[in-house]
């Protein structure tokens, strides 16, 4: 028996809200809480992404990438930046602030852009560091 157009209904708005609760997360993960939007994030996207409508796992798969991309450059990069230019060398640190002030902006305007397309209830692509979709 075909699902009615109640199930579907409920389907695709429990898909968006899952979206919406992705990108909250990504963007905790970068704003208020890191680590732990982090993990929460990971939970999340390890519980829901068998048995979640295409868009849900679509916004998951992209949040979890762009977070590992931004832990990576965020802090591995700035961490090697620092080693390679000395820890007592003003210019250095002029480097790692100018460095992730710009990097971790861009993803905000990422995760930001995200959210607006999860309350859309559209599918969402994260240039460069977000893994691919099936639409």
């Not at 230019?85 to 790692?96: D, E």
Request: net charge positive.
């Amino acid at each position: 028996m075909p699902p009615s157009d109640i199930e579907q209904g409920r389907k695709a708005t429990a898909g968006k809200e899952l979206a919406i609760t992705a990108e909250a997360l990504y963007l905790s993960n970068l704003l208020i809480l890191p680590g732990v939007g982090f993990v929460a994030l990971l939970i999340l996207y390890l519980r829901k992404k068998r048995d979640t409508s295409p868009l849900a796992a679509c916004h998951l798969r992209q949040t979890l990438f762009a977070s590992i991309w931004a832990g990576i450059l965020l802090l591995v990069l700035n961490t090697v930046i620092i080693l390679f230019g000395g820890y007592q060398a003003p210019s250095t640190w002029v480097i790692v602030i100018i460095y992730f002030t710009v990097v971790h902006a861009s993803f905000v305007i990422l995760g930001t852009l995200g959210l607006a397309a999860a309350l859309a209830g559209k599918h969402y692509h994260y240039p460069v560091v977000g893994a691919s979709c099936s639409q």
